[in-house]
């Protein structure tokens, strides 16, 4: 039997090949279907046209609904992100994230939305901020502006700008730089780092400290007498809205550490802005006397410059052995005392008494 000679050969004619071509004989077409290949549409090209403008048109639909979703995703990391956001609509806030709240130690409660953006900014840094906005939004450039808290501290922070393409207003998004939360010893958080003053839990400790020494003496003509006064700025919401609550606390802190004896614990409070221990004490007339001190120094406001603040104050007292016979009772009693003394008229020093209660 003769052996079937192949229906393709390859030639070669001075340098051009001629590639293979497939015989008649080769079922390809017949078994398209086994491999997916659609006849029709390769011999109707109109239809194979409008298929690809189908799938073009779905895959836009796709698209539609992932932009959706990932709007949602992106919702969330704004939400979540440690970087403080603030968006801006013509010169009004339209939204800050959690980060800008914190920052700022905006409540909840407190509705700022809609409230011109500036209020949030050191006015001397309005000129620079509307200055360099367009490049910030342009040109990718990040500027370092000052912003107001809630509670008058200065926050300085470096801002990138991204524009929000709207047809009738000028909105944009103002991104902080990232909020690196630093974890302290526990030691540390004993002191406040405004003042650099014991903080509350310090003080507490302190007074349970010099009570257990009194305790201590076997002989009761040994023991010494220590007073605990609680004091309250009565007026420092007006000196938050002039944002110079943080100068005030300094300079009353200040003050009260200069002037008193050395053995005495000047501390800041939580609800009541200082707390101070006198131990040491030999008679009531001294405690008098220490007291009296203390209010003349409140008496006396604190200067800004060429500016003298009046302070607004109340201030509650007890003392130890007697009426408080430990240091959570001496702390109980004066809280007691400056809730009485914030009943009376203005810069009203109480003593604790039994009938306070």
Do not use: C
């Not at 808290?149 to 944009?172: C, N």
């Not at 050395?262 to 409070?269: E, H, N």
Request: proline share 3%.
């Amino acid at each position: 039997m003769t052996e079937r000679q192949p229906d393709y050969v390859l030639q070669q004619l001075e340098g051009e090949n001629l590639f293979p071509a497939v015989s008649a004989d080769v079922r390809v077409l017949g078994e398209a279907a086994q491999y997916n290949v659609n006849l029709n549409a390769l011999e109707t090209p109109e239809k194979t046209e409008n298929r690809r403008r189908h799938s073009e048109q779905k895959r836009k639909e796709d698209w539609r609904r992932l932009d959706v979703n990932l709007s949602d995703i992106l919702n969330l990391i704004v939400a979540t992100s440690e970087r403080p956001t603030f968006m801006v609509r013509d010169d009004k806030l339209v939204y800050l994230n959690p980060a800008a709240m914190q920052l700022l130690d905006i409540s909840l409660d407190k509705n700022v939305i809609n409230n011109d953006f500036l209020n949030l900014v050191v006015k001397d840094d309005w000129n620079l901020l509307a200055e360099n906005i367009g490049e910030m939004l342009t040109d990718s450039k990040s500027l370092r502006i000052r912003l107001l808290s809630a509670t008058g501290k200065i926050i300085p922070m470096r801002f990138q700008a991204i524009y929000l393409s709207e047809i009738e207003h000028f909105s944009f998004i103002l991104l902080g730089e990232h909020i690196r939360k630093e974890i302290k010893p526990t030691f540390n958080n004993l002191y406040d780092d405004m003042t650099g003053l014991p903080n509350f839990f310090l003080f507490e400790d302190r007074v349970q400290v010099a009570t257990a020494l009194e305790n201590a003496k076997e002989n009761a003509k040994d023991q010494r007498m220590i007073a605990v006064a609680v004091i309250s700025i009565d007026n420092i919401d007006s000196f938050r809205k002039m944002h110079i609550e943080e100068l005030i606390i300094k300079k009353i802190a200040n003050n009260l550490v200069l002037n008193l004896r050395k053995s005495a614990t000047v501390a800041l409070g939580l609800k009541y802005n200082f707390w101070i221990m006198l131990p040491n004490l030999k008679t009531m007339a001294e405690v008098n006397h220490e007291i009296r001190q203390i209010a003349e120094i409140l008496n006396d406001g604190v200067s800004d410059n060429f500016t003298r603040h009046e302070l607004l104050f109340s201030m509650g007292v007890s003392a130890f052995p007697r009426p408080g016979h430990s240091a959570k009772k001496i702390i109980e009693q004066a809280i007691a005392a400056i809730k009485t003394a914030q009943t009376n008229p203005k810069n009203s020093v109480e003593f604790f008494r039994s009938e306070t209660i």
